[in-house]
């Protein structure tokens, strides 16, 4: 058996104006929210999640670790359908969830959102979570790198949270413990601001403290321009004192007060009876999740107005995006061809947010290794007919390699036949981007920065026949 040693930290940062995230610690519980929905309280929708997950602190064996999880989740959820019920003005709040129960041997960790989880065991640093994010999904399609993805105007939308809905699907899964295995559960308002490496050298740091105070100073330095919270435990040998250490609430939980939610009364006077409890259901039979059942269909209304609005607010997003991409174009790899796009690179909800225009008889293998890669990271225009006037000009590169490889071979050269020039045209990057707005250059290109590669390349290289 092994016993947590936890630290717990939230703080606004240096840009928000209030803290919308909310931690709790225990020696049985490990949880980071992250609210989200502005005026529609955020730090109340992260409170939410802290306590319930504070009124859930309890010890449990392996079996019911996942299910512990997963009641407290739904229980979280529950309470903020009641309170968007009850106060519709706070309809779209939502909060991510990340964290773990443990057992003394074992983690049962329950995930939603783009708040993460991390383990160092034995030297090596690990993401446990997966982020429910666009951008995740595009590095998980291979259309964007980790790296590009930290940097790209669309990270900040979030696929799945806790928002009151009834299709929430957390991820739940179960990870053995280790003596000396750290743990880290943390909002992106310290993971978005720093680099595996910068967790990997603070989170092995001899002293917790040391660790947690660096973190967040890092997290500053590098702008704080989100709440910065997070928990973090490290796996010691039993100790008596540890399991008995006091549970601590941060953040929003700490600052934000839940409202109480009124019974429907089912006649006049009459408020409607508190279930009794079952004496032969344990602790522990009642700590796994058993849905509630159907509330008075008087709420049937409020609920399919609800929905209707959410379905309208998806909707007006998605016919927003979609005129959008419709008004861009990339050009990208078409089955090992140069292709032009319409739209943006990547899906949406599912949907693919481009099509193929126009397919090229060029090879993207013939162009020099530069462009390759320009052409596998995608090259967005804001119009047709910039696109067609790079693609002419990727054409040329493409047969000038063509030629300069089948020199090499040693072919005969036929007399008056030109010599290929260097192409030239708008359109095409030859310098790093050295910033991370969004711009359009003369020849109509709009440069995404994330999706362009860093490299550019010498002269040497470029009059070099090798580079092709």
Known sequence: MFSLDFRVHSEVGRVRKNNQDAAFASPNLLVVADGMGGAAAGDLASAVAAKEASEGDRRLDNEHLVEHMAGIVQRANDKLADLIENNLELDGMGTTFSGAAFSGTMLGVAHIGDSRGYLLRE?????????????????????ITPEQAATHPHRSLILKVLNGAGDTDPDFFELPVLEGDRVLFCSDGLSGLMSEEDLHELMSLDDLDECVSRLSA??????????????????????????????????SALEREIPTIAHEEEGPGYPEPEPAEDPDHDSTEQARYAPRESRNKRRWPTILAAILAGAIVVGVTFWGVRVYSSSRYFIAAADGQIGIYNGLPGSLLGHEMNTLVERRDTRISDLPVFFQRQVANTIGFSDLASARDAAKTLDGYATRCARARQQRLGPVKQPGEPQPSEPEGPGLPTEPVATASLSSSPGGQTNYPTMLSPMSPTAAEEADPEAC
């Open 123 to 143: 030297g090596e640093l690990k993401q446990l979570t997966h982020d429910h994010s666009w951008v995740q999904s595009l590095i998980d399609e291979g259309r």
């Open 218 to 251: 890092l997290a500053n330095e590098h702008g704080g321009h989100d709440n910065i919270s997070l928990v973090l435990a490290q796996v010691v040998p039993q100790s008596d004192e540890l399991d008995a250490a006091e549970p601590q609430l941060a953040g």
